[in-house]
């Protein structure tokens, strides 16, 4: 939600001010629990890019009336979305970014991206 909503706006100090009122309402005024810890999957942007241009259907996609939905209309604004979850990373050690890039920037295999994934939850476990 954070990602989305922020990479909305272009002003730095805005994107600060909505994620801190996001946090407030969901975590203070909403006393919804704060997570232990969140997973960024930090996949290649091409393969955004191709998961994109794949046709998508299903019922949960009626609302678009077999358009597209604005947010994943654009690259450049899947790009904004991904730096808000990396700087989010960079942020808050609670959330943890699992790059699921090969050397050659190809995605890893489903295997190589769940052994990741476990040693973060692992990691956390009290």
């Not at 996001?22 to 969140?38: K, M, R, S």
């Not at 450049?76 to 090969?102: G, H, K, L, N, W």
């Amino acid at each position: 939600n954070i990602a989305y909503q922020c990479s909305k706006l272009k002003d730095a100090e805005q994107r600060r001010a909505l994620r801190d009122w996001i946090f407030h309402t969901e975590y203070a005024l909403f006393d919804l629990p704060v997570p232990d810890l969140n997973l960024f999957l930090d996949v290649p942007i091409d393969f955004v890019e191709q998961s994109l241009a794949l046709p998508r259907t299903g019922e949960d996609r009626d609302y678009l009336e077999g358009g597209r939905d604005i947010q994943e209309a654009s690259i450049a604004f899947q790009r904004d979305v991904r730096s808000m979850y990396v700087a989010e990373t960079e942020r808050d050690p609670r959330f943890r970014r699992i790059d699921c890039s090969d050397e050659n920037g190809h995605m890893l295999p489903p295997e190589a991206i769940f052994n990741k994934v476990r040693a973060a939850v692992d990691s956390c476990q009290v």
